[in-house]
Nanobody, 122 residues
Framework: VQLQAFGGGLVQAGGSVNVSCAAS????????MGWFRQAPGKEREFVAS???????LYSDSVKGRFTISRDYAKNTMYLQMNNLKPEDTAVYYC?????????????????WGQGTLVTVSS
């Protein structure tokens, strides 16, 4: 089972970027998936999660700016990030649970991708 995140890069403040997470080895269509991030010198934090039935959770810091979505046919998850701020700079990790409900707790995720770096310049 593999999760691979990609699509990060350098973007100016106020700009947008879309990161993707491709899953392989099994289908995650029945399970919840989520995004976490870790900024330099900080602990990993929850960003967004989407469950099997489409229920979503967002951290307060990204609510209204980020949108999580999934393409079940492609076994892929996306995070559309708009109106980016320098404090959004981090390595973004995708993760998958083995249950259908979304969650903000990192310990409830079994599978993790390697992360993709998003750098927001001021």
């Amino acid at each position: 089972v593999q999760l691979q995140a990609f699509g990060g890069g350098l973007v100016q403040a106020g700009g947008s970027v879309n990161v993707s997470c491709a899953a392989s080895g099994r289908s995650f269509s029945s399970y919840a998936m989520g995004w976490f991030r870790q900024a330099p010198g900080k602990e990993r934090e929850f960003v967004a999660s989407r469950g099997w039935r489409g229920n979503t959770l967002y951290s307060d810091s990204v609510k209204g700016r980020f949108t999580i979505s999934r393409d079940y046919a492609k076994n892929t998850m996306y995070l559309q990030m708009n109106n980016l701020k320098p404090e959004d700079t981090a390595v973004y990790y995708c993760a998958a649970r083995t249950t259908s409900l979304s969650s903000s707790r990192s310990y409830e995720y079994k599978y993790w991708g390697q992360g993709t770096l998003v750098t927001v310049s001021s």
